[in-house]
């Protein structure tokens, strides 16, 4: 007797409407690294080094993001890792970090990432990645 580990298929449009959410949120990611690149200049250098890791995170997010909408239903825990690291950056700096600078910027963008993907995760079936044994 064979049992399936297929996870769940949401109906095509939704897919391909989560996989387009993902794409511009790479993008969006990618389009990043050039407000990163001239911070990296006009840090001092007591920041340069932030500066640096926030560059170098953009790419990482960005191929995370195409990561999963490649394959949405494959990778449990990553939706839910990036959604709580998005949503809690953008509470913080509309709060506790609200008078820092850039803090307005982080806020929003941040906040609307979460939006995105928790809006992709849902439309993906992201959720059902946990129904699918690892090997």
């Given at each position: 007797?064979?049992?399936?580990?297929?996870?769940?298929?949401?109906?095509?449009?939704?897919?391909r409407i989560?996989?387009?959410?993902?794409?511009?949120?790479?993008?969006?990611?990618?389009?990043s690294l050039?407000?990163?690149?001239?911070?990296?200049?006009?840090a001092d250098?007591?920041?340069?080094?932030?500066?640096?890791?926030?560059?170098?995170?953009?790419?990482?997010?960005?191929?995370?993001?195409?990561?999963?909408?490649?394959?949405?239903?494959?990778?449990?825990?990553?939706?839910?890792?990036?959604?709580?690291?998005?949503?809690?950056?953008?509470?913080?700096?509309?709060?506790?970090?609200?008078?820092?600078?850039?803090?307005?910027?982080?806020?929003?963008?941040?906040?609307?990432?979460?939006?995105?993907?928790?809006?992709?995760?849902?439309?993906?079936?992201?959720?059902?990645?946990?129904?699918?044994?690892?090997?």
């Amino acid at each position: 007797m064979q049992h399936s580990t297929t996870a769940i298929e949401p109906p095509f449009p939704r897919q391909r409407i989560a996989q387009v959410l993902l794409i511009l949120a790479a993008i969006g990611a990618m389009a990043s690294l050039t407000g990163a690149s001239n911070a990296i200049g006009t840090a001092d250098n007591a920041l340069k080094i932030t500066a640096v890791h926030d560059f170098l995170s953009f790419p990482v997010y960005g191929a995370l993001f195409l990561l999963l909408a490649w394959k949405p239903r494959a990778l449990p825990g990553l939706w839910e890792i990036l959604i709580a690291q998005k949503a809690i950056l953008s509470i913080l700096a509309f709060t506790i970090y609200r008078d820092a600078d850039g803090a307005t910027v982080t806020a929003v963008s941040d906040g609307i990432l979460a939006l995105v993907l928790t809006v992709a995760y849902i439309l993906s079936g992201g959720y059902t990645a946990w129904r699918t044994p690892l090997r």
